[in-house]
């Protein structure tokens, strides 16, 4: 991904943060069209997008619905703790982005868990009990209250870069900040 080879050639740190885009999808998630009627050219943005991560390297499929990330996100802040948030973050990137799946789901977030190597059960009772709900909920109020609206945001020295940019406008932002 962009990210990591911009780490490598300019030695500096990222935070990650989850940030969903439409909390209010409904577990069972919605349909493309039901999410943004007549605002948006589906399949114009499905095709940029497709396009965004050819560039990057990146699988992409043709997907039709949106599924909420909340318990994705939850799972991943213990995953975090577990040392293995890039293998999840790429799986989960996976499912969601490739195969379509409903990440909302309990049941396919422990199907990612197992291809990890990390305890199932253990992150069914994360899952469970809601054990990193507060933690997310503390991290998206910071977000927000730092004004991020979109995703990804790099933030850097009060300047912000928003959505997926040319390597040369990450290169250009960097090159100014650090």
């Avoid at 209010?24 to 050219?41: H, I, K, N, V, Y």
């Avoid at 799972?75 to 982005?97: C, E, H, I, M, P």
């Avoid at 991290?139 to 020295?157: F, H, M, Q, R, Y």
Wanted: net charge negative; charged share 25%; aromatic share 10%.
């Amino acid at each position: 991904m962009r990210i990591d080879q911009l780490q490598q050639e300019f030695k500096f740190n990222c935070r990650y943060r989850p940030f969903p885009l439409h909390p209010e999808t409904p577990a069972e998630g919605q349909s493309l069209e039901q999410l943004f009627g007549a605002q948006m050219d589906i399949p114009a943005a499905m095709a940029r997008l497709t396009q965004v991560a050819e560039s990057l390297g990146l699988p992409f499929g043709q997907r039709s619905h949106t599924y909420n990330s909340r318990n994705a996100q939850e799972l991943g802040l213990w995953v975090a703790d577990q040392k293995k948030f890039k293998v999840y973050v790429d799986a989960v990137y996976r499912a969601y982005f490739v195969n379509g799946i409903n990440i909302a789901k309990p049941e396919e977030l422990l199907k990612i868990i197992a291809t990890i190597d990390l305890n199932v059960d253990e992150a069914k009772r994360v899952l469970q009990e809601k054990s990193y709900a507060a933690l997310l909920d503390r991290d998206l109020e910071s977000a927000i209250s730092s004004g991020i609206k979109a995703v990804p945001t790099l933030k850097c020295d009060g300047r912000e870069l928003v959505g997926f940019q040319s390597e040369e406008m990450y290169t250009a932002f960097l090159c100014d900040t650090l």
